[in-house]
């Protein structure tokens, strides 16, 4: 969620909620955790990939939505 709200320069942000930023969580773990290598080479996925994400919600309760945004990182 705060990778959507936060994104890098020139991205536009995006306003999901947990199951509309899911996908991207997913997708981040993937192509950062070396123990998915094997899984990054089957679904032949690399810095060169274009993938489209869906998020099909927005902040349905905005007062978490603010909490997440607002904590740290660990």
């Known amino acids: 969620m705060r990778c959507l709200a936060y994104p890098l320069a020139g991205d536009p ?5 947990e199951c509309g930023a899911v996908s991207l969580g997913v997708l981040m ?4 955790c070396g123990d998915l290598a094997v899984w990054r080479r089957r679904m032949n996925l690399d810095v060169h990939s274009n ?3 869906f ?3 927005g902040a349905t309760d905005p007062g978490h ?3 997440v945004l ?3 990182l660990i």
């Open 55 to 57: 998020s099909t919600e």
């Open 13 to 17: 942000a995006v306003v999901s909620g």
């Open 65 to 67: 939505y603010q909490l």
């Open 29 to 32: 773990r993937l192509m950062q």
């Open 51 to 53: 993938i489209l994400l």
């Open 70 to 72: 607002q904590e740290e």
